[in-house]
DNA sequence: AAAATACAATATGTATACAAAAAGAATTTC
DNA sequence: GAAATTCTTTTTGTATACATATTGTATTTT
């Protein structure tokens, strides 16, 4: 580890972030502090304030007296996550059709091309963080401080649990992998359109085709999920 | 400031949160990270420690190099909040009546005493603090972690533009509050008949009410305010 | 006198040292 | 031998000391 730091410090959140979201530090795992320490050169010092940011912001959980660890995922998160989700990421496409800029459209694009060259010879966790950063992007363009804390925890749990269909090795997710990626090209066009109403129904769409993988690879049998109930707020 | 190390530390964080909300701390304000350091017998470094869990929250802006920050209120902010509010507290609100256990229901009646009580002779400050707490319990209720971030910042910013109009001389408003207060009653009801449909009407209500005085008071003429549009994600 | 620079004072960021608590290992007790 | 207890080790929390950056003040320069 080298550089000043700040660097350092950076270089940690990133990596953590990174970490987390790709599964290769799971659900609930400990963080070692003096370990962390020692590989990123920093006293425990900035190491627990970057702890504290990531833990507010929903990566880690702070337990007292007891350190960190990667922020848990149960049946209840999964089910939480599939109420809320196509409400709030509707809302952030239709507020991203509003509001972006022609520079964030460019940014977006290009974060498409990153995903699809993902797909196209990346490893699982390529995959989930470009497609991460493609979502990262519309919250940007929505750009409403309330919005974003609940849209920013979805996209985490919408990498890990993506993890799970992007790894290579599952080749019947080709298909739906693929789909994503073709809905992306509609949202983006739907986006330059300022097209919110389409936005928002892309969003929904694509929220869907998640659940639908979920069903297929995640899910226990038994677990109690209003899979055909019209979603909170876009009861339309 | 007496106590463990501990308490003191919950002792800071729970008083700089309730003068953000209360106004004591304006918006924009800096804090001193020394006098906060005297005053609650505290090092700097646990002090900081609380700023970044309050920064996670929303009350406060770490800003680097340049120390900390009550949250800033803008137009913009303004604006996103209520496009923000009435779609998200709807969410909770039905997922609250969905969700609602009986302790939680006889804390919420509990909370509404005391904020008719804050009504009827306590401070603005003591009003908006009764108020939150009511709000914050229907969070509890709805107990969806995706959904919550973005329903607590909301009520950060829902008790700051509250307290312009929770003072007692504002006379004005007095018929407004007391509306609030019976909006407060309709919701308790429609929770405990578990009329999810109900509540999230009347959440929209409650900010309806909320957003018409702050067209009175607070409002800027010419701010580029949808008042009239259907909020997001709720145009049924 | 105004602007620019250099200096001092203050505030913030990091590292280390110490205190307290939790976890683990060894011993004792039954 | 299992359970409980004590003791040791490790980990976490706090305080302090030091490094760095920013801000305010005084001096210099034009």
Redesign the pocket.
């Known amino acids: 580890m080298q550089g ?3 660097s350092r ?1 950076a270089a940690l959140y990133d990596t953590l972030k990174a970490q987390v979201l790709t599964l290769e530090l799971p659900p609930g795992s ?1 963080l ?3 370990a962390l320490s020692e590989q990123f ?6 190491l ?2 970057v702890f504290r940011n990531l833990a507010g912001e929903g990566f880690l959980d ?7 660890r990667v922020a848990e995922m149960s049946h209840k998160t999964l089910r939480d996550f599939f109420l809320a989700a196509p409400m709030i990421y509707g809302a952030v496409m239709r507020l991203a059709a509003l509001n972006a800029r022609p520079d964030q459209v460019d940014m977006l694009v290009k974060a498409q091309d990153a995903f699809r060259a993902a797909l196209d010879g990346g490893t699982g966790a390529q995959r989930a963080l470009a497609n991460n950063r493609f979502h990262e992007i519309t919250g940007e363009m929505a750009d409403n401080i309330y919005l974003l804390p609940s849209f920013h925890r979805l996209l985490i749990d919408h990498a890990r649990i993506s993890m799970t269909f992007y790894r290579p090795q599952h080749e019947v997710m080709a298909q739906d992998v693929s789909e994503a990626a073709s809905q992306h090209d509609a949202i983006i066009a739907a986006i330059q359109a300022r097209d919110e109403v389409g936005c928002a129904q892309l969003a929904i769409d694509h929220w869907n085709l998640s659940r639908g993988k979920i069903e297929m690879f995640v899910m226990p049998a038994g677990l109690d999920m209003p899979l055909g109930q019209v979603p909170i707020g876009l009861s339309t």
Chains 1, 2 share one sequence.
């Not at 050169?41 to 900035?46: D, F, I, K, N």
């Open positions: 000043d730091p700040k410090k400990d070692d502090e003096t050169a920093l006293s425990r010092t900035p627990r304030e702070l337990r007292e007296n007891r350190g960190a």
